[in-house]
């Protein structure tokens, strides 16, 4: 009996030396207790930690990290969660005064972060746009005090320097400065900045003065979903308005005899139409009334359009003011409209209106417009039964961003109920809103696509402009 127990006793060590051996393998192969990164999809990886990989990486890793994710079959809902309560930023960032080099920019990105800046809890965002002749600094530097004192992480971009006569060529089509071929800069910025630190993407705020302010009118009312509110000083809609003469009649805006009731040839991107987008996203915008670099007449038709539409905002309009005063970066007017700008955004409206003033502009709050043509309005509504109902003019094709993955109880577009293929919740959806938007508060986890057809909805029109107005120079809303 006990030489039996003895042998029991060796078959047993020797089993016990085995399986310790292959435990070390194992952890030796997935680099537990060392400095390297587990391989995707690694027991020892979290869900947290792969999507912190999956914000953080270069296109090819982002990819690699998404397979890693993937594979570890997550339900939509848990991932939602994961991104909204489980992801890392770090505290091994810039803070204070800063110019940082960020993806896809030429010029450094000046930021100002809070010296107490903790990761574990989410920042608003100011975005600041220079004037003529400027950089970020321009801005930065007299709005550090105002985002100190709140609170708030500023993050300026600084306009690639066009040659002048480049300039003039691209303003028929583009327009000067923040024009619409700087959206993607300030959309880089937001990039940046929401892979890098902890926002509060339902508190950023757009800010812009003089050349700025045209950029925060005219990126602003073209990204709506992306803001909580908008402020411009010395800036408008359209920079046409400011053109007169031969200059302006050649870029579509103001006749040589000033007319009040200015209107401007459908080609051009920026136009008034531009305001119907504001319908969630309240803007707050100044002028002096002795401008003379930038008139004030513009905006003066901007706020009575806003007022007809009942949409919210505050126009200030100060008398005896010039272009850009010493006021503008101090005083009470500032703390008001600062005061004023303390709001959350509705991330995802029940209605929609979205006025697509290039083919390059598309997303509307949930609904994306995959094929259109510049002129394109959509008008959506999901209402309290579960029922959507779309009327999309100059549109081909669109595809509805689900939030819950769930399936409309029914679709009408243009008056025409229609059919819904099957719809499943899926984790990459998830992960796709993720990676275009870095926008936890708007995550959606599925979606469907739906050909709009030829048909056009006269409801779904602005407006008609009076008709004269309309033959002579085009729309005016």
């Known amino acids: 009996m006990p030489t039996h127990r003895r042998s029991i006793s060796r078959r047993r060590l020797r089993r016990a030396v085995a399986v310790a051996a292959a435990v070390v393998a194992i952890v030796g192969t997935i680099g537990v207790g060392s400095s390297s990164r587990p391989a995707d999809g690694a027991p020892d990886e979290s869900l947290g930690a792969l999507l912190d990989r999956f914000r953080l990486a270069d296109a090819d890793a982002r990819e690699e990290a998404r397979r890693a994710i993937l594979a570890s079959s997550p339900s939509p809902a848990a991932l939602v969660a994961a991104i909204r309560e489980g992801t890392r930023f770090s ?49 930065r530097d007299p709005a550090v005090a105002i985002c100190k004192r709140e609170g708030w992480i500023l993050a300026c971009p600084t306009l690639e320097k066009p040659d002048i006569l480049n300039s003039i060529l691209r303003a028929g089509r583009d327009g000067f400065g923040w024009g619409e071929h700087a959206d993607n800069l300030v959309l880089k910025t937001l990039d940046h900045v929401l892979r890098h630190y902890r926002i509060d993407t339902d508190r950023v705020y757009l800010l812009g003065v003089s050349l700025g302010g045209y950029g925060t009118w005219g990126i602003g009312s073209a990204y709506p979903h992306r803001f909580a509110a908008l402020m411009a000083y010395a800036g408008g809609i359209d920079y046409r308005e400011n053109f007169s003469g031969t200059m302006g009649r050649l ?13 401007f040839t459908a080609g051009h991107g920026m136009r008034r139409d531009l305001l119907l987008n504001l319908r969630h996203t309240p803007i707050a915008f100044v002028h002096g009334s002795r401008d003379r670099v930038v008139e004030p007449q513009g905006d003066r038709r901007s706020a009575a359009r806003l007022k007809e539409l009942g949409y919210d905002h505050i126009y200030v309009e100060k008398e005896g003011w010039g272009h850009v005063p010493a006021e503008v970066e101090r005083g009470p007017l500032v703390d008001e409209l600062v005061a004023w700008a303390r709001r959350r955004r509705r991330a995802s409206p029940d209605d929609v209106i979205y006025f697509a003033a290039r083919e390059d ?21 999901r209402t309290g039964d579960g029922a959507i109902e779309i009327e999309a003019t100059h549109v081909k094709r669109l595809t509805i961003l689900l939030e819950d993955g ?19 919740a899926h984790a990459n959806v998830v992960l796709d809103s993720y990676a275009r938007w870095w926008d936890p508060g708007r995550l959606y986890a599925a979606r469907v696509t739906v050909d709009v057809g030829p048909r056009e909805s006269p409801a779904a029109r602005p407006p008609a402009p009076p008709a004269a107005s309309a033959r002579r120079r085009g729309k005016l809303y």
């Open 91 to 139: 505290a091994d960032v810039p803070r204070g005064v800063a110019s940082v080099p960020a993806d896809g920019m030429k010029e450094p990105l000046e930021l100002f972060v809070p010296d107490d800046y903790d990761p574990s809890r989410a920042y608003p965002l100011m975005i600041g746009l220079h004037g003529t002749g400027g950089d970020g600094r321009q801005v």
């Open 251 to 263: 870029l579509g805006g103001r006749d040589g005899e000033g007319d009040a009731e200015t209107g």
């Open 361 to 381: 502009t598309r997303v509307a709050s949930w609904i994306v417009l995959e094929e259109h043509e510049r002129g394109a309005l959509l008008k959506a509504r």
């Open 406 to 424: 769930a399936a409309p109880r029914s679709l009408t577009v243009n008056g025409v109920r229609r059919a819904l293929p099957p719809i499943e």
